[in-house]
């Protein structure tokens, strides 16, 4: 059986998504066709936090950096 591989979005796309969307890694993943695991590995591998906690922290200090 084939799969239609998702194609790996760049940083500054994911970086975009994880500091604007407020849902889960999981609702993030279906967006681009993946489940979570290969979503987190995608994050992992651009040095982006994957973890709730992680992701809240990085959103706080985007915006601090940002204002």
Known sequence: RSK???KKPNKDVLENEIINF???IVSLAKKYGVSQSPF???LKGYDLPFRRKD???YK???KQRNE
Do not use: C
């Open 60 to 62: 706080l200090e985007y």
């Open 55 to 57: 992701i809240e922290r």
């Open 40 to 42: 987190k590995k995608w």
């Open 22 to 24: 407020d849902s889960s």
């Open 4 to 6: 239609e591989r998702s």
